[in-house]
């Protein structure tokens, strides 16, 4: 299985980016998929997650900002971040909770991060 995330920049405050996320490999099922990020010398946070049932959860500081959704395959997720700040600043990952058809567990798979930048 393997995540691979792509959309990451630079942008200047304000701005907007889009991040997308595709799942891929024998995937028996996705439980839930979501977006993570970090700065140097910080704990990884929560952005934003999907379930497979299309609930969403925002951290507070992107709610009303960032909209996370689902292609038809369900195998990919998107983050549209509007409005952005200098202090979104971060490496952005993407994790998905998923049951591969070879061990039929439950588990986490990350895909490699990508840099968003926010100029002032």
């Known amino acids: 299985v393997q995540l691979q995330a792509c959309g990451g920049g630079s942008v200047q405050a304000g701005g907007s980016l889009r991040l997308s996320c595709a799942a891929s490999?024998?995937?028996?099922?996705?439980?839930?998929m979501g977006w993570y990020r970090q700065v140097p010398g910080k704990q990884r946070e929560l952005v934003a997650i999907?379930?497979?049932?299309?609930?969403?959860n925002y951290a507070d500081s992107v709610k009303g900002r960032f909209t996370i959704s689902r292609g038809n395959a369900k195998n990919t997720v998107f983050l549209q971040m509007n409005s952005l700040k200098p202090e979104d600043t971060a490496v952005y990952s993407c994790?998905?909770?998923?049951?591969?058809?070879?061990?039929?567990?439950?588990?986490?798979?990350w895909g490699k991060g990508t840099q968003v930048t926010v100029s002032s």
């Open positions: 999907i379930t497979s049932r299309g609930s969403t």
């Open positions: 994790k998905g909770v998923l049951t591969r058809v070879a061990t039929m567990l439950l588990q986490e798979y």
């Open positions: 490999g024998m995937i028996f099922s996705i439980n839930e």
